[in-house]
């Protein structure tokens, strides 16, 4: 059984950094689109950045800020966060979509398996 399991979220001071990891097991998923997705108190919840096979897309929000990237070895996701904003401020969410190997799509719907979350808090 898949599981995921996120990281590294906590609060911090408005132009830190923190980075997020989900670490996965139970399957190799190195092959799937895998993403961040954050929900924010009362908001949908939206697509932060997607990964799979080397290609990265990213929301317009946290382009030149945000990186994704996977370590395969270690069966793990990161999400590196710099210049962190008040409006970053969510509950974080990895996820894996089972069903995709490239053009990953951004939809939170389209993913099967999820964390559980970890909450990023950024103050101004």
């Known amino acids: 059984q898949v599981q995921l399991v996120e990281s590294g979220g906590g609060s911090v001071q408005a132009g830190g950094s923190l980075r997020l990891s989900c670490a996965a097991s139970?399957?190799?998923?190195?092959?799937?689109?895998m993403g961040w997705f954050r929900q924010a108190p009362g908001k949908e919840r939206e697509g932060v950045a997607t990964?799979?096979?080397?290609?990265?897309r990213y929301a317009d929000s946290v382009k030149g800020r945000f990186t994704i990237s996977k370590d395969n070895a270690k069966n793990t996701l990161y999400l590196q966060m710099n210049s962190l904003k008040p409006e970053d401020t969510g509950m974080y969410f990895c996820?894996?979509?089972?069903?995709?190997?490239?053009?990953?799509?951004?939809?939170?719907?389209?993913?099967?398996?999820w964390g559980q979350g970890t909450q990023v808090t950024v103050s101004s």
């Open positions: 139970g399957y190799d998923y190195s092959g799937y689109c």
């Open positions: 996820a894996l979509d089972m069903e995709r190997s490239f053009l990953c799509n951004w939809a939170p719907g389209a993913y099967g398996r």
């Open positions: 990964v799979s096979n080397g290609f990265t």
